[in-house]
């Protein structure tokens, strides 16, 4: 399984950029998919999640409002559609999908795409 994000790049305070996350190698949907982040000096953090079936989404408090989390299973893609965005956005984000497929647990990444969020 491979996921591959793009969509990052340099914005300036209070504009807008999405994110995609085009998943291969599934013959499955994914149990979650989410997005997290990790800022320069960081721990990774979570940005939120999207729970297939019904497709409820959790958000993290700092992007609560401002980011949206959608998914497109027959194209095997998730967005993360960021608006307002703030020079704390700054970080590399990073696409994570994970759940149980024949009672086995995965957990898969991916490479990390760079946003830049300029004053």
């Known amino acids: 399984v491979q996921l591959v994000e793009s969509g990052g790049g340099l914005v300036q305070a209070g504009g807008s950029l999405r994110l995609s996350c085009a998943a291969s190698?599934?013959?499955?949907?994914?149990?979650?998919m989410g997005w997290y982040r990790q800022a320069p000096g960081k721990q990774r953090e979570l940005v939120g999640v999207i729970i297939s079936g019904g497709g409820s989404t959790n958000y993290a408090d700092s992007v609560k409002g401002r980011f949206t989390i959608s998914r497109d299973n027959a194209k095997n893609t998730m967005y993360l559609q960021m608006n307002s965005l703030k020079p704390e956005d700054t970080a590399v984000y990073y696409c994570?999908?994970?759940?149980?497929?024949?009672?086995?647990?995965?957990?898969?990444w991916g490479q990390g795409t760079q946003v830049t969020v300029s004053s």
């Open positions: 190698g599934s013959t499955f949907s994914f149990n979650t």
């Open positions: 994570n999908a994970r759940g149980i497929a024949t009672l086995k647990p995965y957990n898969y």
